[in-house]
């Protein structure tokens, strides 16, 4: 079977063919122009390749409510173009083919549970820190949508004394995650880009601390069995050790469970399918298009 993946971005659409072993066989990549252009683009794509089923990961926010008339819209997207796109409508009806849509960050959360590093477990938070801060969770075997999805990159922190950028750089919030830790506002605070930081340069401690409070909320809030980061920042591997660190010592010894006290190493992790969590993901869900579970 042809499934056809889409791992919907605010700069890049990745557009993939796969099959029901998990493959991935074939991969494109486009900009993210205005919807009028950047659709008609994709189906072309997906119909040349004669796909049989749909799975789309996207940006947000997007309604995720299979009852609701606008589901698989892209809705209040600061992406002006795109508010108010019929992204999977439009796609499910050029092609003639059943659809799922979940946010890309659930998409990559559900490939890390049933392929990648939470494989086995019931439930798992996967971050991803780049661009932006998105998070998926699973929960006791199922990913979590509630009232719209969750949107962890906006968490309040406890912004720290020795940041010279406390308040963070979210239009949104003062102090918020992902205005703190997300890649652009690491850069917009040292006025460097991130991946020319070196090692022992004081960025990398506050935004461990910052990715450590997180990890100690989503502790308290979820109590996932694993926490995969993910995304372009967290390609600065030396961050691990740190969170880990930093994540023990905020939790102080609070939550008495050994995956935490006895082994953070394997509690806190890389994902296991490396930069595909997102793809595979989309291939999932096209699969549950077709063979809906339960
Ligand atoms: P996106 O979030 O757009 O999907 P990424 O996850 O690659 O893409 O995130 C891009 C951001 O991650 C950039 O803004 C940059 O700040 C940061 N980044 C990318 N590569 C690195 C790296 N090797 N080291 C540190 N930061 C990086
Ligand atoms: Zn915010």
Same mark, same amino acid.
């Given at each position: 079977?042809?499934?056809?993946?889409?791992?919907?971005?605010?700069?890049?659409?990745?557009?993939?063919?796969?099959?029901?072993?998990?493959?991935?066989?074939?991969?494109?990549?486009?900009?993210?122009?205005?919807?009028?252009?950047?659709?008609?683009?994709?189906?072309?794509?997906?119909?040349?390749?004669?796909?049989?089923?749909?799975?789309?990961?996207?940006?947000?926010?997007?309604?995720?409510?299979?009852?609701?008339?606008?589901?698989?819209?892209?809705?209040?997207?600061?992406?002006?173009?795109?508010?108010?796109?019929?992204?999977?409508?439009?796609?499910?009806?050029?092609?003639?083919?059943?659809?799922?849509?979940?946010?890309?960050?659930?998409?990559?959360?559900?490939?890390?549970?049933?392929?990648?590093?939470?494989?086995?477990?019931?439930?798992?938070?996967?971050?991803?820190? @780049? !661009?932006?801060? $998105? /998070?998926?969770?699973?929960?006791?075997?199922? &990913?979590?949508?509630? *009232?719209?999805?969750?949107?962890?990159?906006?968490?309040?922190?406890?912004?720290?004394?020795?940041?010279?950028?406390?308040?963070?750089?979210?239009?949104?919030?003062?102090?918020?995650?992902?205005?703190?830790?997300?890649?652009?506002?690491?850069?917009?605070?040292?006025?460097?880009?991130?991946?020319?930081?070196?090692?022992?340069?004081?960025?990398?401690?506050?935004?461990?601390?910052?990715?450590?409070?997180?990890?100690?909320?989503?502790?308290?809030?979820?109590?996932?069995?694993?926490?995969?980061?993910?995304?372009?920042?967290?390609?600065?591997?030396?961050?691990?050790?740190?969170?880990?660190?930093?994540?023990?010592?905020?939790?102080?010894?609070?939550?008495?469970?050994?995956?935490?006290?006895?082994?953070?190493?394997?509690?806190?992790?890389?994902?296991?399918? @490396? !930069?595909?969590? $997102? /793809?595979?993901?989309?291939?999932?869900?096209? &699969?549950?298009?077709? *063979?809906?579970?339960?």
């Amino acid at each position: 079977m042809r499934l056809g993946t889409l791992e919907a971005g605010g700069t890049k659409m990745v557009l993939s063919v796969g099959n029901e072993q998990k493959e991935l066989l074939e991969q494109e990549s486009m900009p993210t122009e205005a919807p009028e252009k950047t659709i008609p683009a994709m189906i072309r794509w997906f119909e040349a390749r004669k796909i049989e089923a749909l799975g789309i990961g996207t940006f947000g926010p997007v309604d995720l409510n299979p009852a609701s008339p606008t589901w698989g819209w892209i809705t209040s997207t600061p992406k002006l173009a795109w508010r108010n796109t019929p992204l999977l409508p439009r796609l499910r009806d050029a092609l003639g083919v059943p659809a799922a849509i979940d946010t890309d960050v659930n998409a990559a959360a559900l490939a890390e549970w049933r392929l990648g590093a939470a494989k086995g477990l019931n439930s798992c938070l996967y971050v991803t820190i @780049g !661009t932006g801060v $998105g /998070a998926g969770i699973v929960a006791e075997g199922n &990913l979590v949508h509630g *009232l719209m999805h969750p949107e962890l990159g906006h968490m309040l922190l406890q912004p720290r004394e020795n940041d010279p950028s406390p308040k963070g750089f979210c239009p949104y919030h003062a102090g918020c995650l992902e205005g703190l830790a997300a890649g652009p506002a690491v850069e917009k605070r040292w006025g460097r880009k991130a991946r020319e930081l070196p090692e022992d340069h004081e960025a990398w401690e506050l935004e461990a601390d910052y990715l450590a409070q997180m990890c100690v909320t989503a502790v308290c809030a979820f109590s996932p069995e694993k926490i995969i980061l993910g995304g372009g920042i967290m390609q600065q591997k030396h961050l691990f050790p740190l969170i880990r660190r930093k994540t023990l010592a905020l939790l102080n010894g609070y939550i008495q469970a050994p995956a935490i006290l006895e082994d953070i190493d394997h509690y806190i992790v890389e994902p296991g399918l @490396g !930069t595909r969590s $997102g /793809a595979m993901g989309a291939l999932l869900l096209a &699969l549950e298009a077709v *063979l809906p579970r339960k």
